[in-house]
């Protein structure tokens, strides 16, 4: 009998994400949709965060995720200053290879489109 250790077909969801990790996961979105301007979005991102331990990374945090770089040598040096940042502050963000799928989020998902199958 074969044991599965890893499945393929079942993606990461926050659930299955540490605080600090979903943390990073709402900043990045909040980046992609607040304010018409990139100082705008980040200038609300950073207001929110001021007191929060994650704020003194946000700098490096916001120019990895800059349009700007096209080219890959400056973003390479911005990820480790990035990820030195993070460490500062505390947070380790672990590589989605090394984050076990709990499928929980996947599992809600269905569970919330069977309800409202139900109560139509």
Known sequence: MEIMTERKD???GLS???EDEGLLISIYRAWQTHGPTRPVAEHHIASSLRK??????LEPLFGLLSPANESLAPLFSIAEQCKTALAKCGVVPRPASKIASSGQ???SEIASLSYQILLR
Do not use: G, H, K
Request: cysteine-free.
């Open 52 to 57: 929060d331990r994650i704020y003194r990374a």
């Open 105 to 107: 989020d996947r599992l």
């Open 16 to 18: 299955d994400l540490q």
């Open 10 to 12: 079942v993606s990461l």
